[in-house]
């Protein structure tokens, strides 16, 4: 939440303020971290982030919705998001109607294994 300044992903969370929101949040978090286990989970910006190779996703509450952020690979499930708003590397959702489990699967694993053949890319041009 803006305004807040927090350490960790759990005080993150303690500071949101709609119940909604929160559990919607706690529900990526656990989806995150099971699809993607072994990424850093931290914040930046001041929103939960999970790291590997890079930025592979975040996520925030705001005042009335809560957003997913994947990065460009929003596009790449543009069809899946129909009905969402979308923007540039961000999916907006009502925390009522939190993202289908499947589908954030989905984009966290793309977004992973894309940073990992960006990774393996770079050291095969280090050699």
């Known amino acids: 939440m803006r305004g ?6 759990d005080d993150y969370l303690e500071s949101v303020p709609s119940d909604a929101a929160r559990s ?12 993607i286990p072994d ?3 931290v914040i930046s910006y001041g929103m939960p982030m999970y790291k590997h190779h890079g930025m592979v996703v ?6 009335k919705h809560c957003s997913l952020f994947p990065g460009h690979t929003v596009a790449d499930f543009s069809k899946q998001l129909e009905g969402y708003k979308l923007s540039k590397g961000t999916i907006q959702f009502d925390p009522a109607s939190p993202l289908p489990e499947p589908l954030v699967r989905a984009i966290v694993r793309a977004r992973y294994d894309e940073n990992e053949q960006i990774a393996r890319e770079k050291g095969k041009k280090k050699k």
């Open 39 to 41: 990424a850093e989970e």
């Open 4 to 9: 807040v300044t927090v350490d960790n992903v």
């Open 58 to 63: 975040g996520f925030a509450a705001f005042k």
């Open 24 to 35: 919607a949040l706690e529900g990526l978090r656990s989806v995150i971290r099971a699809e």
